[in-house]
């Protein structure tokens, strides 16, 4: 039996509800805060709970089964629990006052929570084997696919499979007997704490490496986030086959609670795409790629192209999941002609990068690594970023405070394009071959054959 919690509770009122959900006798789920009580919660889903919130109470429902979202973050699919009326129900009321119904339901149990057909697939004999929580199309060619192709380069078997809140120790079970794996890599340290230690006390013979692929700084602005490394860390302390796996430095994280730290950085392979060649009487043109979060720092990049858009003829080109309307309005304010593209895949964002784009902007507050840099320096594309992005030339970064540095920053580029775009070049081929060595020099010695 399996009975999930509404969305729409606050986390407040937590304390008050679960005890109520306990004397059901079933298990239960709730929505994005099973790290603030694991004893009791399996989380269901990533999902926001404003998100789907919003997505219920258009539709009148209260009760959810499943969600599955799409490549870009988008409901794609939601299944309902209707509460058989014959049943009394248990009535629970949040603080605005309003009654929220709980009771046991056979079709819950159903095939809501197994994963979805579309991504399973038949796992391999392998040494590494990647744990996905969802299936996002881009992330898996990148960590999934490109990932595997780079390690099976240097003679280490990849594969991975996909589980969920609801399954991941049983999912995780099967996975490592049928692929015989030395290593799971668990991406973006998604795994619950209590299952992390339940399997690897299950399978001394494995290294659980839960990796998270953010900066300390912004790894402390998510609670929940926080809260599930910070276990996942001192798991690490007690078992021996724990690691706690970042792209970044290992030294970045040596203070959290004497953590067992692995450094595994992104690995890089040179983009295979034709490379265009920058016409000197065209108009230059700028990029702005990243997901929509106030991290990537769009604003200040527009505020940048706008200032420049004073003094030269430019153009804009924008790829991600989401534009906002107003990015949108700032740029058409700007007078700035811009092409946003939405995200498909990599191969298609490199192609559009080498084909159109001259400089890139990256404004991060924060980053541990940042893709889209390296890829556009292999291109021969010089970035203007802040210091969050370390590898980035220092005659390159600038405050995004002020942006009246990016547009120094941007002419002088521009005015020895030639120059720059080979440095570009450099810098990426230099930066990835370090990342590359780190990364099979850490997790070559893991591998048990």
Not at 141 to 161: N, T
Not at 347 to 355: F, G, P, V
Request: hydrophobic share 35%; aromatic share 8%.
């Amino acid at each position: 039996m399996l009975a999930v919690l509404s969305c729409n509770v606050r986390e407040r009122d937590l304390p008050r509800i679960i005890p109520e959900l306990k004397k059901t006798g079933q298990k239960f789920a709730l929505f994005g805060y099973s790290e603030s009580f694991p004893d009791a919660l399996i989380q269901a889903s990533f999902t926001h709970p404003s998100v789907v919130r919003s997505y219920l109470s258009k539709r009148g429902q209260t009760w959810v089964d499943a969600i599955t979202l799409d490549g870009y973050g988008n409901l794609k699919r939601v299944s309902f629990i209707r509460p058989d009326k014959s049943n009394p129900p248990y009535r629970l009321s949040d603080s605005s006052g309003s009654g929220s119904s709980c009771m046991p339901c056979e079709d819950s149990v159903k095939s809501g929570y197994t994963n979805d057909e579309s991504i399973q697939k038949d796992l391999r004999e392998c040494d590494v084997l990647s744990m996905f929580q969802q299936a996002f199309p881009s992330w898996l060619d990148c960590r999934g696919v490109r990932f595997g192709a780079f390690l099976e380069k240097h003679g280490i078997r990849h594969d991975y499979y996909f589980t969920n809140r609801l399954n991941e120790v049983p999912a995780t079970r099967e996975a490592i007997k049928k692929s015989g794996c030395s290593v799971v890599l668990i991406d973006l340290a998604v795994m619950l704490p209590v299952s992390l230690e339940k399997l690897a006390n299950e399978f001394p013979e494995v290294t659980f490496i839960p990796i998270i692929h953010c900066s300390p700084n912004y790894h402390h602005g998510g609670k929940a986030w926080f809260n599930r490394t910070i276990a996942q860390q001192a798991i690490s302390v007690r078992c021996e086959n724990v690691k706690f796996g970042t792209v970044m430095d290992r030294d970045r994280y040596d203070d959290f609670h004497g953590a067992d730290v692995i450094s595994l950085p992104n690995f890089f392979d040179i983009p295979e795409v034709d490379h265009a060649v920058k016409d000197a009487d065209a108009p230059p043109v700028f990029s702005m790629v990243g997901r929509n979060d106030n991290v990537k720092g769009v604003p200040a990049s527009i505020s940048i192209l706008s200032r420049l858009r004073e003094e030269m003829e430019l153009q804009c080109i924008g790829i991600s999941t989401q534009f906002p309307s107003d990015h949108r309005a700032k740029l058409a304010q700007a007078h700035i002609p811009s092409s946003l593209i939405p995200w498909t895949t990599w191969q298609k964002s490199l192609e559009i990068i080498a084909s159109y784009v001259d400089v890139g902007l990256q404004l991060s507050q924060s980053e541990s690594f940042n893709l889209v840099s390296i890829e556009h320096m292999a291109l021969g594309k010089p970035m203007i970023a802040t210091p969050a992005i370390e590898y980035i030339p220092q005659d390159w970064q600038i405050n995004p405070q002020n942006p009246r540095e990016g547009v120094v920053v941007a002419k002088r580029i521009l005015e020895n394009y030639e120059e720059e775009s080979e440095k570009a070049r450099i810098v990426a081929l230099t930066v990835g071959t370090r990342c590359n060595q780190i990364l099979l020099e850490n997790l070559t010695p893991l591998i048990k054959r």
